[in-house]
């Protein structure tokens, strides 16, 4: 069992800065792929980017490679999401995720954090 909590959210111009966090408790979190998605309002959930357990490969979403970066510290159960060059287009709840394999498929990850805000002005 592994519980994820998201923070660092909140409102930003566009062409700013965020890195979000994820907190895992439990042992295992360093046997667990993590991924982060977003959700805005009226649309599906999607995919924004994933990091294998050890940290070395990585996954990113088209419309957001180049400008964030995924990264983890296994030693402290958290995975990150630094957002930069944000778009008013980034606006959306965005929630990590931890499964066993490393994929862009939501349902492919078993635990969820609560998600955590994330709006950008333009």
């Known amino acids: 069992q592994v519980q994820l909590v998201e923070s660092g959210g909140g409102l930003v111009q566009a062409g700013g800065s965020l890195r979000l966090s994820c907190g895992a408790s439990?042992?295992?979190?360093?046997?667990?792929?993590m991924g982060w998605f977003r959700q805005a309002p009226g649309k599906e959930r999607e995919f924004v980017a994933a990091i294998s357990w050890s940290g070395v490969n990585t996954y990113y979403a088209d419309s957001v490679k180049g400008r964030f970066i995924i990264s983890r510290d296994n030693a402290k159960n958290t995975a990150y999401l630094q957002m930069n060059s944000l778009k008013p287009e980034d606006t959306a709840v965005y929630y990590c995720?931890?499964?066993?394999?490393?994929?862009?498929?939501?349902?492919?990850?078993?635990?969820w954090g609560q998600g955590t805000q994330v709006t950008v002005s333009s």
């Open positions: 439990g042992r295992t979190f360093s046997s667990y792929c």
């Open positions: 995720a931890a499964g066993p394999y490393l994929k862009v498929v939501a349902n492919e990850y078993v635990y």
